[in-house]
């Protein structure tokens, strides 16, 4: 099972109880916020459950090196709504029309 970095299990940890208004009074909790142990994600869910709270995580694609793509963003931000419409009709033809030939 993956454990969670020790430093990001505690904060959530901690503010959870906080906000639940808990004690920190079951020795795993302590080891846990003084940064002693690193729990389980399992175990980590299991006692944020018990503050009131659920643990959400989402995946952020990464980056991978600059795209050439991105320095267009500003001006394809300015067009309109229609304006990019036509935009993407242009790309599908020339997409299109690529696929055409090279088959």
Known sequence: ???????TARRLLIEARQRAGLSQRASVVARIENGDASPSWQTLERLLRS?????QATLVPRLQG?????ADVPRILRLTPEERLIELRNAARLFETATRKSS
């Open 51 to 55: 503050a009131g709270f659920v643990l």
């Open 66 to 70: 600059h795209s050439h793509m991105l």
């Open 1 to 7: 099972m993956p454990r969670m970095p020790t430093h």
